[in-house]
């Protein structure tokens, strides 16, 4: 499972950054408006009439069929309440936010639903104007009074994580001529701009007449690209393409979604993907498998060149895999047990036995971010922020960054099991015959819950490693929906530890709260899976989404960082260089691709009917 801010709500929520935003100064008012912003530059990359993104191939023809892959069931069409299991992409394809995502400059936004957007100094307000000739899928136009009731159905009715994500916005109002207004209850958050931004926009009459707190398998209407075509619940879904989609020649969606249909088929073992794959039935692959990805790819149709295999670089952050231990048990709350634990990892040995080298290794939850990740001690700019903060937080904040342990890769990981072991004695866990009791005889236990069976190649190793020590555990594998309904749904954080990713952006803000807040610790469908509650933390959260100006960002970002890594609250495991992806040759993909990574990689890519007519001859 990966977490990403774009995973919240819709495929992309982004937050303002810290960088002034570019567009005209009207003086008198102090306000500025602009067709995009940025959350990093101080100029856009595309003017006012650009004609589309240099990423996609303007040319690229509309039709054919991609078939992707999914694990697990879904039982909902409706992804913005708590209740029910949607299938993914319904963010992404059905509904059209305020603005859209630039992936070739980082952090911008351009107007989708918006014509412009328009902010004061103080970004205590954003305007949008929306576009004339935006509409629904049922002909009807998309209104002002459509972006208040998406803002207060979210708020009121949606999954709790909506209420605390658009906390600070106190409501939005009409202010004529197809422009709506935002207030906030607060100046300086510069991030508020960019997530009203990216609200998912819903149709107040049709929702006139259903319950908005129910979930369902009534296909939703929408704007976007795509609407909800044929499905059979939990094994697949289809997204059929809009013709007459009023935003078709936008020049932000330009070159992008070209297929007539998107079709997701849903199977309940991640082994069975990777067979559906191999036998033609799914197109597309993103592989998070090291060992299948060196061990699996030599059936034919690779051989022959018919199946693609790519290993693609993007610029910019990278998902972080680590192992979170569930803080809300008691066992996990004494930091020295957490880094005996880190310590039980030997990443070196499984890179070259179990990962075939195709991993490194993270020292920050912001790798690849250069200017975020903590460099030496800290400096002066971070010192503003950890200073009032030092008798909360471990002195290894104020010396050098955070560096993950490190083996020698023979598998005999003797200095570092030394070291835990004296950490558990510390912690009050000693040894009876071969097993860690506490001072109550409680053994101290560790199950590892899993959805994925080839886990258990880096799990059960680290689990004999954590054994020597005598810490007894277990790999327990579920299949998907029980693995979703005891980590995320149920609200009871039924497992000791997960393997789990966080994605950042390059300017991060609100959304830490979901990664790491107090007040996300014990909801359900919550991002903070580890149960972090730390209120050094939260305050280095609200001080991020204040920060004035880049450079105040990076240093609250490289506090935070410490404040994280130092008390050991996951456990970092690896992070992917490249991205493994394969595919059938039946595919037209733009040359040269974005140099960063969107949500999904083949969003810009279209159906080659030429190619497909070869890979049927070839058969």
Same mark, same amino acid.
């Given at each position: 499972m990966k977490l990403t801010r774009r995973s919240f709500g819709q495929a992309a929520l982004g937050t303002m950054g810290a960088a002034a935003l570019p567009g005209r100064l009207r003086a008198q008012e102090n306000v500025h408006r602009s067709h995009g912003t940025s959350l990093i530059h101080e100029t856009l990359k595309y003017p006012a009439d650009f004609a589309h993104f240099d990423y996609v191939n303007p040319d690229a023809p509309k039709g054919g069929l991609i078939r992707i892959d999914s694990v697990g069931q879904f039982d909902?069409?409706?992804?913005?309440?708590?209740?029910?299991?949607?299938?993914?992409?319904?963010?992404?394809?059905?509904?059209?936010?305020?603005?859209?995502?630039?992936?070739?400059?980082?952090?911008?936004?351009?107007?989708?639903?918006?014509?412009?957007?328009?902010?004061?100094?103080?970004?205590?307000?954003?305007?949008?104007?929306?576009?004339?000739?935006?509409?629904?899928?049922?002909?009807?136009?998309?209104?002002?009074?459509?972006?208040?009731?998406?803002?207060?159905?979210?708020?009121?009715?949606?999954?709790?994580?909506?209420?605390?994500?658009?906390?600070?916005?106190?409501?939005?109002? !009409? =202010?004529?001529? @197809? #422009?709506?207004? /935002? +207030? &906030? %209850?607060?100046?300086?958050?510069?991030?508020?701009?960019?997530?009203?931004?990216?609200?998912?926009?819903?149709?107040?009459?049709?929702?006139?007449?259903?319950?908005?707190?129910?979930s369902g398998l009534e296909p939703l209407l929408g704007s976007g690209p795509y609407r909800i075509g044929d499905y059979e619940t939990n094994r697949y879904v289809e997204?059929?393409?809009?013709?007459?989609?009023?935003?078709? !020649? =936008?020049?932000? @969606? #330009?070159?992008? /979604? +070209? &297929? %007539?249909?998107?079709?997701?088929?849903?199977?309940?073992?991640?082994?069975?993907?990777?067979?559906?794959?191999?036998?033609?039935?799914?197109?597309?692959?993103?592989?998070?498998?090291?060992?299948?990805?060196?061990?699996?790819?030599?059936f034919p149709a690779v051989k022959q060149g018919r199946v693609k295999k790519e290993e693609v670089t993007f610029e910019g952050p990278k998902a972080v895999q680590s192992f979170f231990p569930n803080l809300r048990r008691e066992k996990f709350k004494d930091r020295r047990v957490r880094k005996a634990l880190e310590l039980a990892f030997d990443f070196e040995w499984a890179r070259e036995t179990v990962f075939f080298g195709q991993y490194a290794r993270p020292r920050s939850y912001f790798q690849g971010t250069e200017d975020l990740m903590p460099d030496g001690p800290p400096d002066e700019a971070e010192l503003v922020f950890l200073e009032p903060l030092r008798d909360m937080v471990p002195e290894e904040v104020f010396g050098p960054h955070y560096e993950p342990p490190v083996t020698d890769g023979s598998g005999r990981n003797r200095r570092n099991l030394r070291e835990a072991a004296q950490l558990l004695d510390?912690?009050?866990?000693?040894?009876?015959?071969?097993?860690?009791?506490?001072?109550?005889?409680?053994?101290?236990?560790?199950?590892?819950?899993?959805?994925?069976?080839?886990?258990?190649?880096?799990?059960?190793?680290?689990?004999?490693?954590?054994?020597?020590?005598?810490?007894?555990?277990?790999?327990?594998?579920?299949?998907?929906?029980?693995?979703?309904?005891?980590?995320?749904?149920?609200?009871?954080?039924?497992?000791?530890?997960?393997?789990?990713?966080?994605?950042?952006?390059?300017?991060p803000g609100n959304e830490q709260r979901y990664f790491w807040g107090s007040d996300y610790a014990g909801q359900a469908r919550t991002r903070n899976l580890a149960g972090v509650a730390d209120p050094a933390v939260d305050t280095l959260i609200e001080q991020l989404v204040q920060t004035k100006d880049r450079e105040s960002l990076s240093a609250c970002c490289r506090a935070l960082d410490r404040v994280l890594t130092w008390n050991h609250y996951t456990n970092f495991e690896l992070f992917t260089p490249f991205d493994r992806i394969a595919y059938w040759d039946r595919f037209g993909i733009p040359d040269p691709r974005s140099p960063r990574d969107t949500v999904p990689t083949w969003k810009h890519w279209w159906f080659d009917a030429a190619k497909d007519a070869a890979l049927k001859e070839g058969g």
């Open positions: 909902s069409f409706n992804p913005f309440i708590a209740k029910g299991t949607p299938p993914g992409g319904i963010g992404v394809f059905i509904f059209d936010s305020l603005t859209t995502l630039s992936i070739d400059e980082g952090g911008t936004e351009y107007g989708l639903l918006a014509e412009w957007i328009e902010y004061p100094d103080d970004q205590s307000w954003v305007s949008f104007k929306l576009r004339d000739d935006a509409r629904w899928h049922d002909g009807e136009p998309v209104t002002v009074e459509d972006v208040i009731f998406s803002l207060d159905i979210l708020k009121t009715k949606g999954a709790p994580s909506y209420a605390g994500y658009y906390a600070n916005v106190t409501g939005a109002e !009409d =202010l004529g001529g @197809n #422009v709506v207004r /935002f +207030n &906030f %209850d607060q100046a300086g958050n510069r991030e508020l701009p960019h997530i009203v931004g990216q609200l998912s926009i819903l149709p107040k009459h049709w929702w006139a007449t259903r319950d908005f707190a129910e997204y059929v393409r809009v013709e007459d989609y009023w935003g078709k !020649d =936008l020049p932000v @969606n #330009v070159g992008a /979604f +070209n &297929f %007539d249909r998107i079709r997701i088929d849903f199977y309940l073992d991640p082994g069975a993907t990777f067979d559906a794959f191999r036998a033609g039935q799914v197109d597309y692959r993103d592989e998070n498998s090291a060992i299948i990805w060196a061990e699996n790819y030599n510390e912690a009050g866990w000693t040894v009876q015959g071969n097993t860690r009791v506490n001072a109550a005889g409680e053994a101290l236990t560790l199950e590892f819950l899993s959805a994925s069976e080839p886990q258990g190649r880096i799990i059960l190793p680290y689990l004999k490693n954590l054994e020597r020590i005598g810490v007894k555990g277990d790999f327990r594998l579920v299949d998907p929906p029980q693995y979703i309904e005891r980590v995320f749904t149920s609200g009871d954080f039924d497992f000791d530890m997960i393997i789990y990713s966080v994605g950042n952006s390059e300017s």
